[in-house]
């Protein structure tokens, strides 16, 4: 799993939100965002393996503001995406987007970010992480995918810069399909061992990141905050939710077959009684948000 289509993270789009929605109380980003923003006028925000730029739309609203966004990603064709997916949500939105260069400005009721995209391989190492004047580090759906010495290497650079984090929609290993069938735990450990494999950053921390990461902020000084952000889909509410059980039906299949091409028959059985119990189906993922300041 090293590439993600615009395709599957438009599908995924909507669950997010709403599972960030659920946990945005936890967080006063507005009060925040003053702090970050270090007596400067605008707010610096680097967001790691930014896709088509889901978190921006989640965030750069609730920041409010001035705000300059690099938005990293090393997948060229998310970055291509990207301005068309800030334009359409902006334009749903009421927002307006203007082009400055190779630069957009969204602006919205009390807010506006210069957004500038950063083509970077981000398991190439962390030495050209653009960081100047950056006062917070963010990712969403990204830290289940790097490995413990990764994270290291980019905790050490956020704490030398005094940069907050705010690590978003993290699995945490919890999976609850209802109606229950027997072979669910079965799949469940065969994916959640396929996540520790390697996603291009070394051995993936998988359902362990939140908790790992919040040891080692601890262990540097960080203040945490932490808010549960679960995926509830519920197949009986029509077809969107339905397309979005059946994507993870075969992810979660294919990457239990991979990770134990014997239990291939019993995976296949176990996807063929799922695809037909979709629209009475529902489903929580369990993911977190963790946010980690300096004192
Ligand atoms: C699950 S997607 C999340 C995308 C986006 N943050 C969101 O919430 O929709 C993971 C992202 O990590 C990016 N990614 C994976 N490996 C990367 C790497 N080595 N360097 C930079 N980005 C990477 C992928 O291209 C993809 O956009």
Same mark, same amino acid.
């Given at each position: 799993m090293t590439g993600f289509s615009a395709d599957w993270l438009a599908l995924r789009e909507p669950f997010d939100r709403a599972a960030r929605e659920a946990a945005a109380a936890a967080f006063d980003l507005p009060g925040l965002a003053v702090r970050w923003r270090g007596g400067g006028a605008t707010l610096g925000v680097l967001d790691l393996a930014c896709g088509t730029g889901a978190n921006l739309?989640?965030?750069?609203?609730?920041?409010?503001?001035?705000?300059?966004?690099?938005?990293?990603d090393h997948d060229p064709r998310l970055l291509a995406a990207l301005p068309g997916a800030l334009a359409a949500w902006a334009a749903a939105q009421g927002f307006t987007v203007?082009?400055?260069?190779?630069?957009?400005?969204?602006?919205?009721?009390?807010?506006?970010?210069?957004?500038?995209?950063?083509? %970077?391989?981000?398991?190439?190492?962390?030495?050209?992480?653009?960081?100047?004047?950056?006062?917070?580090?963010?990712?969403?759906?990204l830290l289940d995918l790097v490995s413990g010495a990764w994270l290291d290497a980019l905790l050490s650079r956020a704490c030398a810069a005094k940069a907050a984090l705010l690590f978003a929609l993290t699995v945490d290993g919890r999976i609850d399909w209802r109606p229950k069938r027997?072979?669910?735990? @079965?799949?469940?450990?065969l994916f959640e061992a396929h996540q520790r494999g390697d996603k291009g950053f070394g051995p993936a921390l998988g359902s362990?990141?939140?908790?790992?990461?919040?040891?080692?902020?601890?262990?540097?000084?960080?203040? %945490?905050?932490?808010?549960?952000?679960?995926w509830h889909i519920d197949?009986?509410?029509?077809?969107?939710?339905?397309? @979005?059980?059946?994507?993870?039906?075969?992810?979660?299949?294919?990457?239990?077959r991979?990770?134990?091409?014997?239990?291939?028959?019993?995976?296949?059985?176990?996807?063929?009684?799922?695809?037909?119990? %979709?629209?009475?189906?529902?489903?929580?993922?369990?993911?977190?948000e963790l946010l980690a300041d300096w004192p």
């Open positions: 739309r989640e965030l750069a609203p609730r920041l409010g503001g001035a705000q300059r966004w690099r938005l990293v203007r082009t400055q260069g190779d630069r957009l400005r969204v602006e919205g009721p009390g807010w506006r970010a210069d957004v500038e995209a950063v083509h %970077l391989d981000l398991a190439g190492g962390l030495a050209a992480l653009p960081l100047a004047g950056v006062g917070l580090i963010t990712a969403s759906a027997e072979a669910d735990e @079965m799949v469940r450990r362990r990141a939140v908790a790992v990461a919040a040891d080692r902020l601890l262990a540097l000084g960080g203040q %945490l905050r932490r808010a549960a952000s679960d197949g009986r509410q029509g077809a969107q939710a339905q397309a @979005m059980l059946a994507a993870l039906v075969e992810g979660s299949a294919a990457a239990a991979e990770q134990d091409p014997g239990a291939a028959g019993a995976v296949a059985a176990w996807a063929a009684e799922r695809r037909q119990l %979709l629209a009475r189906t529902t489903l929580c993922i369990g993911h977190a």
